[in-house]
């Protein structure tokens, strides 16, 4: 908490086009006091606008270390891209320097040519192996999620003794966040745990093994993202020891670890249910990439849209007698499609904070429809008004009125329940509930548009 | 951790039936042993089911700390209806057993009419100023997020009085997390930080003062969340001393608390994305307020809408002389809206990682001037040949085709620019892009289809 106060406003223009002079130079010391004088925002956005020649040749210009204290700082997309840009043998060397979880992480998003390159280049057999087996656990296990920052005792070791050995060896401990030791027995079975708490207040002559909780509550390195939100929510702990399958302590896994992970799903949740597919995008990405992963997702949206497109194409006769329908066909599928939209944000946002659980349909469907009614009721009257008196006729007002009510009933009820009958179906709902939802509320608002057009036809012409 | 082991499959309509008949036989302590050994997910969904008299009941029926762990084990919005619901003088009980920052939380989501009642009923003059002045500070502040249970010395105090009065007073501490202790003049100014770490590994006779960190970085009761975010980013601590005007320690922030209000944020910019405005929507609210909250926003819309629709309306005779344009014209509008949708995701996520600001709009129009160039030929190939196919008409592909193409260079380029330019107007991008957006690509959309069929009209009848 020494170093100077950060500046307050950053000239990202002048400090680019001097690292890109220090890069040309290749004066190390000067790209190192730019970047080191940058927030981590700056850094990110300064990196994300150098080209790749130049990002290559400012990793080679770095210390290695220096290297690793800048791709960890970078969001985790960027880090990527630059891992897979960069040279193996030189991505090899930033990985050994970062903390095991990172680099695990890292390894694990990085493509699999890209990772296997740059695991032969480890030159390390026990770190190679212990890296390949991090980047083995599923990203959002314990075993993904965990450090292996872990301080172990032997259970027979005294208060007095595990005191002694902090104090004399406190350089071993001093990067840590040591707030928790585990205890062990000679086989590193874990057999229990100990609060630094709980340390500093006991009795300096008694066994660690009798302050320690024993046999604690610990996860498996496969237990999953959902599992460990349960056991946190359910127990006031900040982290637990994460054992493999023979009971042997891999690491913990935080709170916060979890926290993030979660955070991290939302956001994943919210760039699918953008249409942002198969990982993040960054606008530094070459640009064939991008397009061929938006367009990953529009391609099927075509054909649904040709679907509610058929529809009207069944009715073009109606259609070609009445064309002031045409004005108000788009209006009464968008409406529809944002009144389902909001209530399938409710039912994800239930789901998340646990109060429904899938196979709460029911109760999801009353609550709807009674909404529906209200809502369909307002802005059909609404619409119907506006038609009416904008086309001089109450017929038009009738069907256009008549069509937005029964449709905000049904968007309502289906934009509730969709998600749902997906996550029952396992399949995720903040990918696949927007375009089913957009589609099925374009289909009805269009069948209910015409075919109402139709039974009034005698009235509208 | 000496707990029974969480039941794997809960039988929630048994446990909710025998919670109901423990309120109508006043049995409190049946009600107590349902709830708990209920899980958090359990209580949540338990109670959403409970209607407005037997809630009332249940926590009448309930000591007043069981009440408030319940009230503590709820989701956030479910705890602010229920404090709502209940007589004033309870609530004020409820919320004197609660820590205080989750009653100044709760205090704050309050309704006006609600708090303010609430607050006159607690009896004790200074835990209700506390209360006032906790509910004052903004909830995405530092005042607002920080916890107040912090453990402070006086800077004269040596390791062993310290860890003397840790070992003696235990009792006083247990229920801390303690972690870092801060130390304070005789005025109870701030002077400097002490990791508990650093106590445990320092020499017992030194005074406390030397090892503690001097004027550490601190935050003010007002600061606000972003500035949070990029201390707790460019500074590997796990909390910050928070002080008032006068330098007085008022408690800590953690980044654990940091990280769940920006977790909060992104909940309420995807739910403001998808039309829920005005706080949260649960489905145990009431009717009304759920229909008029989500009117709120589809209101406005109508009139978005209106602007579209009144593009069509202006090209009625073209549309007449050629009825199949109106098969294809809500698929034009919806694909572009859907690509200007996921240009969008990406700019808000690149703001959310530091990667880009609001005056970086060159930089995003090049990116995606050039993804839309890509995309809108592919995307304007398939539906033209697709419209040419279909119909029969190679000039219908072309007129399709061709406003395809360029309504998503056109909405590509607006959805990504959108969102910096709300943020530079101090607009909310989540709550505004995509309305905003929607109108745009639905009035250029309709606009191309039927200004490019008008210039084609030879050809097309």
Same mark, same amino acid.
């Given at each position: 908490?020494?170093?100077?106060?950060?500046?307050?406003?950053?000239?990202?223009?002048?400090?680019?086009?001097?690292?890109?002079?220090?890069?040309?130079?290749?004066?190390?010391?000067?790209?190192?006091?730019?970047?080191?004088?940058?927030?981590?925002?700056?850094?990110?956005?300064?990196?994300?606008?150098?080209?790749?020649?130049?990002?290559e040749?400012?990793?080679?210009?770095?210390?290695?270390?220096?290297?690793?204290?800048?791709?960890?700082?970078?969001?985790?997309?960027?880090?990527?891209?630059?891992?897979?840009?960069?040279?193996?043998?030189?991505?090899?060397d930033?990985?050994?320097?970062?903390?095991?979880?990172?680099?695990?992480?890292?390894?694990?998003?990085?493509?699999?040519?890209?990772?296997? =390159?740059?695991?032969?280049?480890?030159?390390?057999?026990d770190?190679?192996?212990?890296?390949r087996e991090? =980047?083995?656990?599923?990203?959002?296990?314990?075993?993904?999620?965990?450090?292996?920052?872990?301080?172990?005792?032997p259970?027979?070791?005294?208060?007095?003794?595990?005191?002694?050995?902090?104090g004399?060896?406190?350089?071993?401990?001093?990067?840590?966040?040591?707030?928790?030791?585990?205890?062990?027995?000679?086989?590193?079975?874990?057999?229990?745990?100990l609060?630094?708490?709980?340390?500093?207040?006991?009795?300096?002559?008694?066994?660690?093994?009798?302050?320690?909780?024993?046999?604690?509550?610990?996860?498996?390195?496969?237990?999953?993202?959902?599992?460990?939100?349960?056991?946190?929510?359910?127990?006031?702990?900040?982290?637990?020891?994460v054992?493999?399958?023979?009971g042997?302590?891999?690491?913990?896994?935080?709170?916060?670890?979890?926290?993030?992970?979660?955070?991290?799903?939302?956001?994943?949740?919210?760039?699918?249910?953008?249409?942002?597919?198969?990982?993040?995008?960054?606008?530094?990405?070459?640009?064939?990439?991008?397009c061929?992963?938006?367009?990953?997702?529009?391609?099927?949206?075509?054909?649904?849209?040709?679907?509610?497109?058929?529809?009207?194409?069944?009715?073009?006769?109606?259609?070609?007698?009445?064309?002031?329908l045409?004005?108000?066909?788009?209006?009464?599928?968008?409406?529809?499609g944002?009144?389902?939209?909001?209530?399938?944000?409710?039912?994800?946002?239930?789901?998340?904070?646990?109060?429904?659980?899938?196979?709460?349909?029911?109760?999801?469907?009353l609550?709807?429809?009674?909404?529906?009614?209200?809502?369909?009721?307002?802005?059909?009257?609404?619409?119907?008004?506006?038609?009416a008196?904008?086309?001089?006729?109450?017929?038009?007002?009738?069907?256009?009125g008549? =069509?937005?009510?029964?449709?905000?009933?049904?968007?309502?009820?289906?934009?509730?329940?969709?998600?749902?009958?997906?996550?029952?179906?396992?399949?995720?709902?903040?990918?696949?509930?927007?375009?089913?939802?957009?589609?099925?509320?374009?289909?009805?608002?269009?069948?209910?548009?015409?075919?109402?057009?139709?039974?009034?036809?005698?009235?509208?012409?």
């Amino acid at each position: 908490m020494t170093e100077a106060p950060l500046p307050k406003e950053t000239d990202l223009p002048a400090r680019w086009k001097r690292l890109v002079e220090a890069i040309e130079a290749s004066d190390a010391g000067a790209a190192h006091d730019i970047l080191a004088s940058a927030t981590v925002d700056d850094q990110r956005r300064i990196v994300s606008q150098l080209n790749l020649d130049r990002r290559e040749r400012l990793c080679r210009l770095l210390p290695v270390d220096e290297t690793a204290d800048l791709i960890e700082n970078l969001a985790e997309p960027q880090a990527v891209e630059m891992l897979e840009e960069m040279q193996a043998d030189l991505a090899a060397d930033v990985l050994e320097e970062l903390p095991a979880d990172v680099s695990g992480d890292l390894l694990r998003e990085l493509n699999d040519r890209s990772s296997e =390159a740059i695991l032969s280049e480890i030159d390390d057999a026990d770190e190679s192996m212990d890296l390949r087996e991090r =980047a083995g656990y599923a990203r959002d296990s314990a075993g993904g999620l965990m450090s292996d920052q872990v301080v172990s005792f032997p259970q027979d070791a005294t208060v007095a003794d595990v005191l002694a050995e902090l104090g004399n060896n406190a350089g071993n401990y001093s990067d840590d966040e040591v707030q928790y030791f585990y205890v062990t027995d000679h086989s590193m079975q874990l057999t229990g745990v100990l609060a630094l708490r709980n340390l500093v207040l006991g009795r300096r002559d008694l066994c660690i093994s009798e302050l320690m909780i024993p046999s604690p509550v610990c996860t498996r390195v496969d237990t999953e993202l959902e599992e460990l939100q349960d056991l946190f929510e359910n127990r006031n702990y900040l982290a637990f020891p994460v054992v493999d399958e023979n009971g042997r302590l891999k690491g913990i896994v935080s709170r916060a670890a979890v926290n993030e992970a979660l955070s991290e799903t939302q956001t994943d949740d919210y760039l699918k249910s953008r249409g942002i597919v198969g990982g993040e995008e960054l606008r530094s990405m070459p640009l064939i990439e991008r397009c061929s992963r938006r367009l990953a997702w529009l391609g099927p949206n075509i054909l649904l849209n040709l679907l509610a497109a058929s529809i009207i194409a069944s009715y073009e006769d109606t259609l070609q007698s009445v064309i002031a329908l045409a004005v108000f066909l788009p209006m009464v599928s968008d409406m529809s499609g944002c009144s389902g939209n909001q209530a399938g944000a409710v039912t994800i946002r239930e789901l998340t904070l646990g109060i429904i659980q899938p196979r709460d349909y029911l109760r999801v469907f009353l609550k709807e429809v009674w909404l529906g009614m209200n809502n369909g009721m307002v802005l059909g009257f609404v619409l119907g008004a506006i038609a009416a008196v904008w086309k001089g006729s109450v017929f038009l007002g009738l069907v256009i009125g008549g =069509a937005l009510m029964l449709n905000t009933i049904f968007s309502v009820t289906v934009g509730g329940l969709v998600p749902l009958l997906l996550k029952r179906f396992k399949v995720d709902p903040a990918l696949a509930s927007g375009p089913i939802l957009t589609t099925c509320t374009d289909m009805s608002g269009f069948f209910l548009v015409l075919s109402l057009a139709n039974l009034a036809m005698t009235h509208l012409v």
